[in-house]
């Protein structure tokens, strides 16, 4: 919890240890996922080679977009976990964003470790409706979480679409 400074010539308010919790425990969760997404996400030949949609971004983008991405669902993490009524809940709401950060970092494992586009695809539904349940869930707590994974949603709702394209195009024989 946030406390007033003891010394009364208007410096700023400590913060105790508990209060930093859930912000050490959001920001090194959407570190990891955007370090282990990183590091299992390969342009190289194979994913050069794929057939992809005119409307593709660029991939100088993607890095970009998923800093913006993680670092919003890092702070949704902190406030719906901040605002949450008890422990109970608050467990829950941060089971469900380390279930939501698990099937992210799985997407680019499927896709480009395995090479399965096919099987990513199939994930990325998943991955979505964990979103929309962190959405919901979040929202019962914390007006400003929800808001804070939009962007989230409608990045992976366009990257279902470019991943739906991929897959299309690609079909062995095709």
């Known amino acids: ?18 209060a930093l919790v859930p912000a050490l425990v959001g920001g090194g ?16 030949p194979w994913y050069r080679a794929l057939a992809k949609p005119s409307w593709t971004p660029p ?6 977009i998923w800093t913006v991405i993680l670092a919003l669902w890092g702070a949704a993490a902190v406030a719906a976990w901040r605002a949450a ?16 950060g698990f099937l992210n970092i799985l997407w680019s494992l499927l896709f480009f ?7 990513a695809l199939l994930e990325v539904g998943l991955l979505l409706a964990s979103i929309l349940w962190l959405i919901v869930a ?12 939009l962007p989230y949603l409608a990045w992976v709702s366009v990257a279902a679409l470019l991943n739906w394209e991929i897959v ?3 079909v062995p024989g095709a």
């Open 1 to 18: 919890m946030i406390r007033e400074a003891a010394h009364p010539r208007g410096r700023a308010p400590r913060v105790s240890g508990a």
């Open 29 to 44: 969760a959407a570190l990891l996922i955007a370090i282990l997404g990183s590091t299992l996400t390969d342009t190289g």
């Open 59 to 64: 991939d100088a983008a993607f890095g970009a």
């Open 85 to 100: 009524p008890d422990s109970r809940r608050a467990d829950w709401l941060v089971g469900l964003f380390a279930l939501n």
């Open 113 to 119: 470790r395995l090479q399965r586009p096919d099987l």
């Open 138 to 149: 979040s929202a019962r707590h914390s007006r400003a979480a929800p808001l804070m994974l």
């Open 168 to 170: 299309r195009l690609n």
